[in-house]
């Protein structure tokens, strides 16, 4: 039988924000986290329009407490002073770690000193980590740990707690912690979003839709088919309110958000090319014609394999956004530049740094370009393709400023060995390169 999950405690009304209390989210279990209310950028890259929260749980069982994560460093007083009002820290039998990012661990080393005793479950992947974060000696001497993975379990008394391996969500180490009895799944990063509201509850916060997409492009999106993986894990569950490390504590349907993850991580243009057949996206800039001249032969030469579906984008008309999805599902992508002042032109480098957000570890890469002088930008884009852990089967091609027929013939030859490296087929791995020849 299930324990309450619904409870509607003393604290529901409580402006956490300036009481500093812990606030019951489920019968014996209370939200111990910091708001981070001014926060505007997360880890460099994310903006956070409203700020951020840290969340972090106690649970109590008849044979113990156990704590689910810790919160930022700089909000330690936050977390203690809330988890001070409902355990003592003779009580805390278990530290779970759902992930080691500091934002998550940053009172761990103080939460450890005032609770010696307390035992730490982190993932099989997380062990190098927490020797790297706990590199005081003094903690280390004092720490025990186990690692655990799924289906393992550990027991409060009428409260167990069980593990979900769920690596690279998004570091190697994270797993989620599901709440057996109450049906909680506390699910670290995955689920959450930056968006801070004391209200703390998916049905009293404000919206927060953009934010919760937001962060899933930005944080899950490399990750997909580790979402997928994890996915598997969570759907077969009966939950009735999902944790999660940061924003909104989703307790109002929370299977809308878990649904809605398989949606995120599932192509909206899977089918529309048939399976069969791969793609090749060319994306190029170009100054007086010449590069774009390149391009169009690379396309003819791609195409005359079949089999191949290409596609010729030129970025001097192109937003960013759409393309970035069109890569994630391309096969091989080829990009021309011209060489302007010993660089590739400034759309090019825009796109490829944009690509951080997807995985685009085996997909084929290829570059071309017309040059003037020097010709640096084809080498310059193949080495940021490699960099993104691409292939680079065939040596990008350059021309000395007009393509003649001959160095046509030689950009749909190089379209053909595209193609031919996306179908399996063989490639012969010279290249001539123009610009040797001049
Ligand atoms: Fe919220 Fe990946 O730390």
Redesign the pocket.
Known sequence: MPLDVEARPATEGVDVSRHRESVEIATGVHWIGALDPTLRTFDIILRTANGTTYNAYAIRGSQGVAIVDTVKIEFSSEFFARLETVARYDEIRAIVLN?L?P??TGALPELMRRAPQARLYVSTRATSMLKALLKPKEEERRFVYTTVGTGDEISLGERTLRFLHTPFL??PDTQCTYLVEQQVLFSG?VFGCHYCDSRLFNDRVGEFRFSFDYYYAHIMRPFKQHVMDALKLIEPLSIKMVAP??GPILRDRPRRYITHYRELSTSSLAGAICNKEKTLIIFYMSSYGNTARMAEAVCAGAEERGGVRVSLYDLEGGEIEPFVDLIEEADALAFGSPTINGDAVKPVWDLLSSLAVVNLKGKIGAAFGSYGWSGEAVRMIEDRMRGLKMRIPISGLRVKLIPTDEELEACRDFGCRLSDALSGGKNEPAVIDFADLA
């Open positions: 992930h990012e934002d998550h998004h570091w990063d490390a940061h």
